[in-house]
């Protein structure tokens, strides 16, 4: 039998078309987001959590793909039927190492989406809102009811 985790998430999801952020960039750039996490807060050092970006409005450009290297907090909010889970953290793209801050919604209501709230690294890229993703590719875990 698994061990429960009493707040996390997984996350395997794709965003197609987003207008992002990117620091000292003016405007938007269209692209798409892969996210990929197993975050849980009991087991934060065997956590991981990546995001690539995709340019498809300059091809090539702007690719990047960051990957956290240490998770520093999960907290996980009832809302309602749904869960968001925030994590937090630090990462790398090629050799540069940041702070990001992801916010993940597991959306239960049938014919819903799931929704990548946010998900920010600190100077370097901003998602610039939520991204809609399919309903079943996150899956918080911890906000279950007691």
């Given amino acids: 039998m698994g061990i429960i985790c009493p707040c996390g ?4 999801a794709c965003s197609e078309n987003n207008n992002v952020r990117f620091e000292g960039q003016m405007g938007t750039i269209e ?5 990929l996490a197993n975050v849980c807060i009991t087991t934060l050092n065997a956590s ?17 793909t960051f990957t956290a ?5 999960v907290v996980c909010n009832r809302q309602g039927q749904n869960c968001e889970v925030t994590v937090t953290g630090t990462g790398t ?18 014919a819903a989406v ?10 370097f890229f901003d ?3 939520a991204a809609p993703v399919a309903q079943g590719s996150i899956i918080a875990l911890g906000c279950q009811e007691l």
């Avoid at 998430?9 to 395997?12: A, F, L, P, Y």
């Avoid at 793209?93 to 049938?110: C, G, K, L, P």
């Fill in 9 to 12: 998430v997984r996350v395997d």
């Fill in 31 to 35: 692209g798409n987001l892969t996210y």
């Fill in 48 to 64: 991981t959590l990546s995001l690539q970006f995709e340019d498809t409005e300059t091809p090539n450009l702007n690719n990047f």
């Fill in 69 to 73: 290297n240490e998770i520093t907090s």
């Fill in 93 to 110: 793209i090629d050799s540069d190492e940041y702070t990001f801050e992801a916010v993940f919604r597991d959306q239960v209501a049938q």
């Fill in 114 to 123: 799931d929704i990548v709230q946010s998900f920010e690294i600190t100077g």
């Fill in 127 to 129: 998602q610039n809102g």
